[in-house]
């Protein structure tokens, strides 16, 4: 078969793509450099191995996002049309592609009963996992003793991290949470009770579906009929992986045989989420022979002047596998580094610079500025906002954590799942009048009966509850299926408008999540899916933002580092690159974080494609346990001297510009104001 599809690549984007042929070849290792064509590299490769003669069902693509995965499989159509026709792409879809945690979620139901799940199951969300503990953590007697115990958020956060680290949960409170050593006895007590809970309600967290999936992996037998049903598993962003997931593809592929993982060490970032650059910088030593490694180098975003400094930011890394990102582009304008007296100046900067960009042709949409903190934009905000700069931060708040949405989703769940106690607490104390003690009666009364639909009907409220009949109809109508999916979401909306308007004074703005929950709903076949698959991959909240900016209009990007990854702009503004911010001083305990805080630099210069600012401060304002503060900082410690002839040193405002808002004489004039203001009412 010709291979017109793979004519577009460059030479080691085309090796990677043709490696080993349609059948398991040894494994292999993509090294992909920012702005290397990463995504089109694993698109080709899994279209290849599709045209090859690989069967689409035995394979397993694994994503970071389910909007990842469905980009994928779009430009895996695309390709294959291109080569066979629009019929032949239709066979050639991946019916096992999206995340870990949702393909977990599709594997434990096909092996629920061998591993002791009930197929039945529901999922919960961090807000709900977290309620639950907290129930847990009441019921134990936690919440009471003469020492504040930690929250139940951070009481999630430790159980989270200990289990997808693989750690030892002294280990992590040593490192993560010191402050919470002290109840490690106490920790190790509630953990075991809230898995005992999870068991006993039949509910799966977000670790679980990972936590099983390895559980079912481990079993040799188990492990041998799982594997045998992919003959290639693939997955992107393989820096971004906690050791769980590595552990999960290890025993499906211990040989290596067929597996292809795509990542860059350099863009490792997510030490917070218990993700390890490790499991990218051991992968090749994992197998006999090591994995075959492809190094993607060619930069198709940034100029090389860009390029040329945030190599060498990160060639000072201890430990990295070695590329150097080159671009055909042109050398470009080196990147900037900006000094500014405060942040007030470091925001008039910002503001100044991204309208003389709008003055020569960019949109607001073609800048973005980055920051290490959501906190470190606020002087900025104020600033825009001032000058009516319109702007979008990302980084906000999920759909799931909008209250009117969780209470919804919460009713649904308890209709799926009678005996989901944080769900059924949620829904029933909806209701005027209903508090926790009825709420908890109610909810043992179910659990006790066969009909728990029926059992809700027949239980007596007390006299000051509030529109029982009408929610005991709901659920019963529910529970028995009478109205067809999406309808029942309608049902479950209307019940619940007469509430929302008596919860929340922004009712109308609320009721607008819900018409998108609708329309999300229509796009799943059933509730059961509906229900896993919001839970794993939630949209951004309509409510978060005063109204979600339209197709026309124009806007400034500002998002954290973490939320830019993967994406690019013509011009980039990095705000506090100063060591207490660029390293974050809270963390700089240990190499391994002071190596992030580095990457998390060279993942912000290499977002941008044409203009690079970074911006330091030369002081600061600070808020901490001792008092606010102002503080001197020193510019990044990743950029030492040696360095500063890859960047343009430039102060700002120049010294023969008076600074803006500076006092001026005043013409002797005397007005009041305030007199006029009242006048205007007599």
């Not at 009516?388 to 708040?397: M, Q």
């Not at 998390?600 to 290499?606: I, K, S």
Request: hydrophobic share 45%; glycine share 6%.
């Amino acid at each position: 078969m010709a291979h017109a599809h793979l004519d577009k690549l460059n030479p080691d984007q085309r090796l990677a793509v043709e490696h080993g042929g349609a059948g398991p070849a040894e494994p292999l290792l993509v090294i992909a450099g920012a702005g290397s064509g990463k995504t089109s590299t694993l698109a080709h490769r899994v279209a290849h191995l599709i045209l090859q003669g690989a069967d689409p069902r035995r394979l397993l693509l694994l994503t970071f996002s389910r909007r990842a995965a469905a980009e994928m499989e779009r430009r895996v159509e695309k390709i294959v049309a291109a080569v066979m026709g629009p019929a032949a792409a239709k066979a050639a879809e991946v019916p096992w592609s999206g995340t870990f945690h949702a393909v977990g979620a599709r594997i434990l139901r096909d092996y629920a009963e061998a591993i002791g799940l009930d197929p039945a199951f529901t999922i919960h969300d961090r807000e709900d996992s977290a309620d639950l503990l907290n129930l847990v953590r009441h019921d134990l007697g936690l919440h009471a003793r003469e020492s504040r115990f930690p929250t139940k958020h951070t009481c999630l956060a430790i159980y989270s991290r200990t289990v997808n680290a693989e750690a030892e949960l002294a280990l992590v409170l040593r490192r993560q949470f010191p402050w919470a050593a002290e109840w490690e006895a106490d920790l190790k007590t509630l953990f075991a009770a809230y898995v005992e809970a999870k068991q006993r309600q039949n509910v799966l967290d977000y670790d679980d579906l990972l936590l099983y999936w390895a559980g079912l992996a481990a079993e040799p037998s188990l492990a041998g009929h799982l594997a045998a049903r992919f003959d290639h598993v693939l997955v992107d962003e393989y820096q971004d992986t906690n050791k769980l997931q590595s552990s999960i593809l290890l025993a499906l592929k211990p040989d290596g045989r067929g597996l292809t993982v795509v990542g860059d060490d350099a863009q490792s970032i997510y030490a917070f989420r218990a993700a390890t650059v490790r499991n990218i910088l051991d992968f090749p030593g994992h197998f006999d022979p090591p994995a075959r490694i492809v190094t993607l180098a060619r930069n198709y975003r940034s100029t090389q002047a860009i390029l040329s400094a945030s190599n060498a930011v990160i060639d000072l890394a201890a430990e990295r596998f070695t590329k150097n990102l080159w671009s055909d582009r042109g050398e470009g304008a080196r990147p900037e580094l900006v000094t500014v007296r405060d942040e007030a100046d470091q925001a008039r900067f910002v503001v100044e610079r991204v309208l003389e960009n709008r003055e020569a042709g960019d949109r607001l949409k073609d800048q973005a500025v980055l920051f290490r903190a959501a906190h470190h934009s606020g002087p900025l905000e104020v600033e825009l906002t001032r000058r009516n700069i319109p702007f979008v931060k990302f980084g906000g708040l999920k759909f799931l954590d909008a209250a009117h949405v969780k209470d919804v989703l919460a009713l649904l769940r308890f209709v799926e799942n009678p005996r989901d106690r944080v769900s059924g607490f949620r829904v029933v104390q909806i209701l005027t009048g209903v508090g926790p003690s009825t709420a908890g009666r109610v909810l043992d009364a179910m659990a006790a009966a066969d009909d728990p639909a029926a059992a809700f009907a027949a239980f007596e409220p007390p006299a000051r509850a509030e529109g029982w009949p009408d929610l005991a109809a709901l659920l019963a109508a529910l529970a028995r299926r009478r109205t067809d999916w999406p309808a029942e979401l309608d049902l479950v909306r209307r019940w619940y408008e007469p509430h929302l308007e008596r919860r929340y004074e922004d009712s109308i703005t609320r009721n607008q999540d819900l018409a998108q929950l609708e329309q999300i709903a229509a796009g799943y076949p059933t509730r059961e899916r509906f229900m896993t698959e919001l839970t794993l991959d939630p949209p951004n909240a309509t409510s978060d933002q005063a109204g979600p900016p339209l197709l026309d209009e124009d806007y400034l990007i500002l998002s954290t580092i973490h939320s830019a990854k993967g994406q690019e702009w013509k011009s980039v503004f990095v705000l506090n690159a100063v060591d207490g911010c660029i390293p974050s001083d809270m963390a700089t305990g240990t190499s391994d974080e002071i190596e992030e805080e580095r990457r998390l630099l060279y993942v912000a210069m290499t977002r941008a494609r044409d203009r690079l600012s970074l911006v330091t401060p030369q002081r600061f304002y600070v808020h901490g346990q001792s008092g606010d503060r102002h503080v001197y900082a020193n510019r990044t410690r990743f950029i030492p001297a040696m360095l500063l002839r890859l960047f343009d040193a430039v102060s700002w405002p120049p010294a023969h510009r008076q600074a803006p808002g500076a006092a001026r004489p005043m013409p002797g004039v005397r007005i009041d104001v305030g007199a006029r203001l009242k006048g205007m009412w007599r």
